[in-house]
C-alpha cells in the first residue's frame, strides 16, 4: 500500500512532467510564429532562452531573439 507521501510525491512528479511537457510545447509553438516573423511572437522565445522555460537556458539565443523584437519596434 502506498503512503500518503508517496502518493504525494508520485503526483507532484507527474505534475512536473506534465508541467515540462506544456512548456516546451509552448516554447516551440512560440519560435514556430517568431520564425514567421511576429514581433511579439518573437520575443517569448527570448524569455524562453533566458529563464529556460520549455528549453535549456542559452543567453545567447535569448539576446538574438530580443534583438530581433527590437528590430521590428516590439
Known amino acids: 500500500?502506498?503512503?500518503a507521501t508517496l502518493v504525494v510525491f508520485l503526483?507532484?512528479?507527474a505534475a512536473s512532467e506534465e508541467r515540462h511537457v506544456i512548456d516546451r510545447r509552448a516554447f516551440?509553438?512560440?519560435l514556430a510564429n517568431a520564425k514567421a516573423g511576429s514581433a511579439v511572437a518573437q520575443?517569448?522565445?527570448a524569455e524562453g532562452y533566458r529563464?529556460?522555460?520549455g528549453v535549456e537556458r542559452d543567453k545567447d539565443q535569448?539576446?538574438?531573439w530580443y534583438r530581433k523584437a527590437?528590430?521590428?519596434g516590439f
Do not use: E, H, I, N
Open 1 to 3: 500500500m502506498l503512503t
Open 11 to 13: 503526483l507532484g512528479q
Open 28 to 30: 516551440l509553438y512560440s
Open 43 to 45: 520575443f517569448q522565445p
Open 51 to 53: 529563464v529556460g522555460r
Open 62 to 64: 535569448a539576446m538574438y
Open 70 to 72: 527590437a528590430d521590428q
